[in-house]
């Protein structure tokens, strides 16, 4: 037995049409096609952000390193690798001793420090953050 609705309650039935459907769909494929770029920046430009921040943490150590030096010795160092070595801070746990090297930062950041090529700018390299490929650059020079 078929039963047939009464064409009055079909006028009465609500719901969307679909065009109203996909307008929603384009609506939001337009928002996403504009959205998820700015987002991925926004990822690169906190990575960028963290990498410096883990620069100036070497800075700071490099500084430390600077008055500790100072304290030891009565004297001003002259080249990175002092700063580092012996007479220095002489800590691989917080600078390479030989003033080039890996930098232990934990496990969020992959940094370098070069004090030798020259002997009174350490080159500190951030080349990955939480394990994403990222390049940033700086140097600290000897005080004067």
Known sequence: MMTHKNPAVLAN????TLVEIIAVLVILGIL?????PKFMDLQADARAKAAQSAISEVKSRLSMGYGQYLLKNSEKPTT?????GEKGVND???LPKTGKGSVPMGAD???TL??????SIGTITVTKVQGKDVT???DWDLPI
Not at 32 to 36: G, L, P, Q
Not at 80 to 84: A, E
């Open 13 to 16: 039935e609500k719901g969307f």
């Open 32 to 36: 996403a096609a504009v959205a998820v």
């Open 80 to 84: 990175i690798v002092l700063i580092c």
């Open 92 to 94: 691989d746990t917080i």
């Open 109 to 111: 950041f992959t940094v």
């Open 114 to 119: 070069d004090g030798t090529t020259k002997a």
């Open 136 to 138: 940033v650059t700086d």
